[in-house]
């Protein structure tokens, strides 16, 4: 991927992510997260890989965020009123942001790793699909296990949580 | 290999430029009418609107909802299960591959009839 195409969604992604914040109307912050999500999915794709940008744009853009579009309706959410900046808390937002700012580029540049460039990808043969399987099935079964528990833990939650009247 | 995506540009400009036309259609052809407060509320069979127009979702919905993204992740994992099938199935790790997946999809099915035993598929309840 091209220098510049990477610069261009990253901004996408970052004022994707602003406009959740910014936006007063929940539905309107919804669909800045979807801009976001997608333009993740873009930089996911310029890594060469391809399924994980796939199923982001399918599990994340399609999936979840149905869910939280559901959540909205379910709460019957109106625009947030605005209210009147608190001086104080805007202050030490931003001497919390700068602290942090500064503390992590003071640490990235102590260590000799900070100013190395990411290593290079490596090239796949055949489908990035293809490789990703064959790790799932072979070295990582036992955290897919973990995972399907996981998954099940989330079913009951969710039938105990909206399922009041248990028989 | 950037040229690959320039049907994926297309397709983003024709959708967007679809929305576009169609927001600056209603704008253009929308302007000549007069509004008022009257004609801007919501028609009620001649009666006059009372309380909100949107009604809030039953509970339900969040339920299948949930439960559709749930089973959603599980097909995530059966993808590459399939496309690899064929091709794994004949080396040495092919065994190891069919247990894994069903002892994935095993203590799924545990949850999903769990759903099913509690209702939770039954919209009626």
């Known amino acids: ?167 | 290999m950037l040229q690959d995506y320039i049907p994926v540009l297309l397709q983003i400009l024709v959708a967007g430029g679809l929305a576009l036309a169609i927001l600056i259609l209603s704008w253009v052809l929308g302007r000549s009418a007069k509004t008022s407060q009257i004609k801007d509320s919501a028609y009620e069979c001649g009666m006059l609107p009372v309380g909100e127009g949107q009604a809030r979702f039953s509970v339900k919905f969040y339920l299948v909802a949930m439960l559709f993204v749930i089973f959603d992740i599980e097909v995530v994992f059966l993808y590459p299960w399939a496309v690899n099938f064929r091709s794994m199935i004949q080396s040495e790790a092919g065994m190891t591959m069919v247990w894994s997946m069903a002892g994935f999809v095993g203590i799924l099915f545990i949850g999903y009839l769990y759903a099913l035993r509690k209702g939770a598929l039954d919209w009626k309840q």
């Open chain 1, 1 to 167: 991927m091209p220098q510049a195409l990477f610069y261009l969604f990253a901004a996408f992604a970052v004022l994707g992510a602003f406009g959740v914040i910014v936006n007063r109307n929940p539905v309107s912050s919804a669909f800045s997260l979807i801009g976001c999500f997608v333009s993740i999915a873009a930089l996911f794709i310029g890594l060469n890989a391809y399924f994980i940008g796939t199923i982001q744009v399918l599990v994340y853009t399609g999936a979840i965020m149905v869910l939280f579009l559901f959540i909205i309706m379910l709460l019957d959410l109106r625009a947030e009123e605005r209210r009147p900046l608190n001086l104080g808390a805007v202050l030490a937002g931003l001497g919390t942001g700068l602290t942090f700012l500064v503390m992590s580029s003071v640490v990235i540049g102590r260590f000799p790793e900070g100013g190395r460039g990411m290593p290079e990808l490596k090239a796949v043969a055949g489908s990035d699909v293809h490789e990703l399987g064959r790790v799932i099935f072979t070295d990582f079964n036992f955290p897919l296990q973990i995972i399907a528990v996981l998954l099940v833990s989330a079913t009951v939650g969710v039938v105990v949580l909206c399922k009041k009247e248990l028989h």
